[in-house]
């Protein structure tokens, strides 16, 4: 949509293939309709423990059939931005067709054969599914669909403990759902260790139950119960629920694409694509979680702004995710920009200092009793190449160490900054000033001192 906004816009001929939803999975099963449910099990939450400020109120009840309808209200009063008249009304021609190659520059979408100087592939992921015994005789969620229950799961089991599985595991918690997370490996693997065990120690605290290391081997349903047989380093053990959601990952959109067709070659995770995001065939860009990189809307639309640079203003354009962002919007949040600390010191060995600090010394958390988290910055030669976060509203605060981390910067610009008093973002500069803080009051500092204060 990004790119065909730009085109459309710049009077460019433009023809936009969409055979689901306008708006894709990020405003019908993705970030929208998720933050909304989320936004719903936060008001739940916080009625729920308004005690410890002092404030006394009745016990939450949840009907997901409101709940329903406020995220399905959310997505409608989004929708006409993302929508077929908005982009008509740009110029463009949107055709509602399954589109597919039929040689090196032209597809068939429906009765329309289309011819093109450029093309973009923007088709986006879907759910992985994973193969085990019995899965197709069970009832399950996928992102695609839970948002569209009415009904509060009773116990709703949670196969795969990545962002999706844990957001979506915490949300239906905190709205009266008894749950439980089975996860291959460790809870949140792709996030900093030392932030993941914050979430799961949260999670555990909420009575979210956490099976890791587990595998699971086939799944069956009987009397209304769902049932999972896993195994563990404790064994092999069935864990019943009564609704199931499928979140093990995604994979991207290209098995109905005839990619052979137009000459474009495709790899495990998703389709070839070169430092400027074009494919082998050199009319056709891919972009998104269709290329099974990192897979977030951020990331797609970056994408989108190095096509339009190469394909309409002929301008070089590569792409550079070393400093890419993501948020995992759990509660409290993960957030993460560029290198972690495991990844920075394969890079850069003893080259790399690491400071962090606990975000309840922030006078701001404390006074929300939001002192759990922790920020880590990652330096290399005095510069900031990346930054990790856990906590309340980590997913804003990481994003003055986005423009850091992007562009190189020195640490000493943050402990520059004049912040204004009492906020979180104050824990940035306390981070960054504490770089600085065995320099500052080391013995040498303390001896030039001393030599200045008997100079009078």
């Not at 920009?337 to 690491?354: F, I, K």
Request: charged share 25%; hydrophobic share 40%.
């Amino acid at each position: 949509m990004s790119v065909a906004a730009a085109a459309a816009q710049l009077g460019v001929d433009t023809v936009l293939i969409e055979r689901g939803k306008m708006g894709g999975d990020c405003l019908n099963y993705g970030c929208v309709p998720s933050k909304s449910l989320i936004a719903a099990a936060h008001a739940a939450h916080a009625t729920r423990h308004a005690g410890r400020f002092g404030v006394e109120t009745a016990a939450p009840s949840a009907d997901f059939q409101q709940v329903r309808d406020h995220v399905q209200g959310v997505i409608a009063s989004i929708a006409p931005h993302d929508s077929q008249e908005r982009f008509e009304g740009l110029g463009a021609t949107v055709l509602r067709e399954t589109a597919a190659f039929t040689g090196p520059r032209e597809v068939q979408a429906g009765p329309f054969r289309i011819r093109a100087r450029r093309f973009v592939i923007a088709t986006g992921s879907s759910p992985v599914v994973p193969s085990m015994p019995g899965l197709d005789r069970v009832p399950y969620f996928t992102n695609e669909t839970i948002f569209d229950n009415d009904e509060r799961p009773g116990h709703l089991l949670v196969l795969g403990g990545g962002p999706i599985g844990c957001e979506l595991a915490q949300a239906h918690r905190r709205l009266g759902c008894e749950v439980t997370v089975v996860e291959r490996g460790r809870l949140l693997p792709r996030d900093d260790q030392d932030m993941a065990k914050v979430v799961s120690r949260r999670f555990r605290e909420e009575g979210i139950s956490v099976i890791e290391g587990a595998v699971v081997t086939s799944a069956d349903e009987s009397d209304g119960s769902i049932r999972l047989t896993v195994q563990d380093d404790q064994g092999t053990r069935e864990v019943a629920g009564t609704h199931l959601l499928v979140a093990a990952g995604r994979q991207a959109n290209i098995e109905d694409l005839n990619l052979e067709a137009a000459v474009i070659r495709r790899h495990r995770r998703g389709i070839e694509v070169d430092g400027g995001l074009r494919t082998s065939n050199r009319r056709v860009y891919a972009i998104g979680d269709v290329i099974g990189r990192l897979q977030f809307t951020h990331i797609a639309g970056y994408h989108a702004g190095i096509v339009v640079r190469r394909a309409l203003f002929r301008l070089p354009a590569r792409v550079n995710e070393a400093a890419a962002p993501w948020v995992t919007y759990t509660d409290p949040e993960i957030a993460q920009v560029g290198l972690n600390e495991p990844r920075a010191r394969e890079r850069y060995g003893d080259q790399v200092r690491v400071v962090e600090m606990p975000v309840g010394g922030n006078d701001r958390f404390r006074a929300e009793r939001e002192t759990e988290g922790l920020i880590k910055v990652i330096v290399h030669r005095g510069r900031v190449v990346g930054a990790s976060m856990v906590g309340a509203h980590a997913g804003e605060l990481i994003q003055p160490w986005c423009l850091m981390a992007t562009h190189r910067m020195k640490i000493s610009k943050m402990t520059g900054a004049i912040l204004p008093y009492p906020t979180r973002g104050e824990i940035n500069r306390q981070v960054a000033g504490s770089y600085f803080t065995p320099a500052l009051f080391g013995e040498r500092t303390r001896k030039i001192v001393g030599l200045l204060t008997r100079l009078g």
